[in-house]
């Protein structure tokens, strides 16, 4: 490796350390609103289970690429009082190449649904989990370590900071409602808010220092209605704010028998600096229903000045299982 590329990942490494960490923002969290919100585990109702893998690569043209996996699992459960709950399991890792930072995170969650009058249902939830932070300080260089006029690295550093730095984790509490509304003629709508990291824990990769996570909040709705009389469109609305940044995606997904088109304008309405967009990106996506799962694939393509980026690629598959209480099976609403 070459000097200059050394000097980048120190830069790169510091910058982590000292500044507040966003969430992963994936996508597809308009058709798998469980990356979002508790509030939607076990959504689907009547005892079944959802299950599914969510695997993004953001900017793979460059040198800092990142991956982020995301699994999910939850059940519901009817009650005889017109009532239901679910639980759910979540877990994510996210890998920035450039740093090899890693990030590593697993939630439980607990939904229970309140059946109201006029057709709706309340569905407050409440996630607790557990993080890991990992920066790899055992494989880090720093300045002092490097030779500037014959290029060598020293194996040894009398620096403070390779000494004073440590992985981090922490305790994470988030929660969330989501209120639903089936009308009809398969007319169905929902909206719903979400708080994660309410106990705002402390993120600091240098050890007596505090670096309070911020919250991050997210709003969002939908309106799915019937088409043609065989095809249903479902329109799609998601406000996310953490700290200062925050984005709105506005989308559509259109589903042809099995087949499924969506498309997602992503926006910053903040525009923090001189060199932001309001547009940052529009996202594609194409997915199959096949038996009880769903293929689902999604590019965004970059409409900013970043430069070339090779956009960012997602790719998802979805489980559910067959409604046994239901007169008929019937469809996802989602």
């Known amino acids: 490796m070459t000097i200059k590329a050394k000097f980048t990942i120190i830069v790169a490494v510091l910058f982590v350390c000292i500044t507040h960490a966003q969430d992963p923002v994936f996508t597809q969290s308009n058709y798998i609103q469980e990356t979002l919100n508790p509030g939607f585990s076990g959504f689907e ?15 793979p043209n460059l040198n800092l690429k990142v991956s982020t996996q995301y699994f999910f699992i939850n059940k519901s459960y009817e009650s005889r009082y017109s009532s239901g709950h679910a639980f759910g399991f979540n877990a994510l890792w996210q890998n920035e190449s450039a740093t090899n930072y890693n990030f590593y995170q697993a939630n ?13 249902f309340f569905r407050p939830a409440i996630e607790v989990g557990f993080g ?3 920066l790899r300080f055992n494989s880090l260089t720093l300045g002092d370590q490097i030779n500037i006029y014959n ?23 988030s929660s969330g409602f989501v209120f639903e509304k089936q009308g009809y003629n398969n007319q169905t709508y929902w909206f719903g808010f979400s708080a994660k990291h309410l106990n ?3 993120i600091a990769f240098v050890r007596d220092q505090n670096v309070d996570l911020d919250i991050f909040y997210s709003v969002h709705g939908n309106y799915r209605f019937p088409f043609l009389n065989d095809y249903r469109i479902m329109m799609t609305v998601n406000y996310m704010q953490q700290g200062e940044y925050n984005r709105l995606d506005i989308g559509s997904l259109f589903q042809v028998n099995q087949f499924l088109f969506g498309l997602t304008a992503a926006s910053n309405p903040a525009q923090n600096d001189d060199n932001s967009h309001l547009l940052t990106s529009v996202n594609g996506f194409l997915g199959l229903e096949y038996t009880n799962f769903r293929f689902g694939l999604s590019y965004d393509a970059n409409i900013s000045k970043i430069g070339r980026t090779n956009g960012v690629y997602e790719f998802s598959v979805t489980y559910m299982s067959r409604c046994r209480n239901c007169p008929t099976d019937r469809s996802r609403k989602r």
């Open 45 to 59: 109702d009547n005892d079944r289970i959802s299950a599914g893998v969510l695997s993004r690569t953001q900017w």
């Open 108 to 120: 439980v969650n607990y939904m229970h649904r309140v059946n109201l009058n006029g057709g709706w």
């Open 132 to 134: 890991i932070k990992d």
């Open 151 to 173: 290029g060598t690295i020293n194996p040894n550093s009398v620096d403070p900071f390779g000494s004073n730095t440590e992985n981090v984790a922490f305790f994470d509490v």
């Open 200 to 202: 705002r824990p402390n």
